[in-house]
């Protein structure tokens, strides 16, 4: 009888040992979205668009979300709301920005961004384009997706399935979400991505992370895609440091060149989405 009860509560441990590293690694991504206000890139802030996030495993999700309001304490605030900090003393948001930043690189696998040049995406995407990606949002959209996909393979991450949770719009929830489950279908041969779902950041501290970090480099992604463009090296200073932008932080950003690119695929594939 005894040895039973032994063996029952071996197989228990063990179950619950294997259960524990099972969730410990499975996989979510938080991402917002900046510059979206206006599809032709004239009116100010909509010059570039911005998806940027993080990829984190469930554990480093919880250690931040216990470490984030203690950070955000000394400042005086309970949320971070990035547009509010703009309006703080130059000095002041800089130093919210580099403390946020550290903490969030030591407790995610790595961020993303996506910027495009929306004005280069009014001009050169041809009707039928557009048609099919009807604002520069879901140009931004896909790359980001592919971006985190070749995250995990070059970063050698032990394989689970992916969820995705995105600032809720009611203007963009309904196709992208469209257009996550398309990119699965047809491209995820390795069977990365898991579902979709959206969310408001007073209700998701980790959403208040992806804001950090779309609203940060949405503010610099005008220059660097100008830097990108004349084949520089985007300069760095305190904040890129603390994100790791280039490292810590993958960036994929398309001027006209790049977004050329995108037109030829789509023609290429012959892609006839009907929505």
């Given amino acids: 009888m005894g040895t039973c009860n032994e063996f029952d509560r071996r197989a228990f441990v063990d179950f619950a040992t294997v259960l524990k590293s099972r969730l410990f690694m499975a996989l979510s991504v938080y991402a ?6 206006d599809k032709t890139g ?9 998806i940027a996030g993080y990829l984190a495993t469930t554990d480093q999700w919880a250690t931040l979300y216990d470490k984030w309001q203690p950070a955000l304490k000394p400042f005086g605030i309970s949320k971070l709301h990035m547009r509010e900090i703009y309006d703080w003393p130059k000095e ?6 580099r ?6 690189r030591e407790h995610t696998l790595f961020g993303v961004v996506a910027a495009i040049s929306v004005k280069d995406y009014d001009k050169l995407f041809p009707a039928d384009a557009k048609n099919l990606l009807p604002h520069p949002y879901y140009v931004a959209f896909l790359p980001f997706i592919s971006l985190v996909l070749e995250g995990v393979r070059e970063r050698r991450v032990p394989h689970e399935r992916i969820s995705f949770v995105l600032g809720h719009s009611t203007e963009f ?8 489950y398309l990119v699965k279908e047809r491209e995820d041969k390795e069977h990365w991505l898991g579902d979709v779902g959206f969310g408001s950041p007073d209700e998701h ?3 208040q992370v992806a804001d950090l970090l779309v609203q940060t480099t949405r503010r610099k992604s005008y220059y660097m895609l100008q830097e990108f463009t004349a084949k520089r090296r985007p300069k760095t200073n305190a904040q890129d440091r603390a994100f790791g932008l280039g490292k810590h932080v993958l960036l994929t950003l398309d001027d006209a060149a790049g977004l050329q ?6 023609e ?6 009907k929505w």
């Fill in 173 to 180: 929830s309904n196709f992208a979400k469209k257009l996550f």
């Fill in 99 to 104: 403390t946020l930043a550290s903490l969030v």
């Fill in 205 to 207: 501290i980790e959403l």
């Fill in 42 to 50: 004239t009116q100010p802030g909509s010059q570039t668009l911005c």
């Fill in 32 to 37: 917002d979205e900046s510059g979206t206000h």
């Fill in 92 to 97: 002041d948001q800089s130093k919210i920005v």
């Fill in 261 to 266: 690119k995108k037109i030829k695929a789509v």
């Fill in 268 to 273: 290429t594939l012959g892609l006839e989405w």
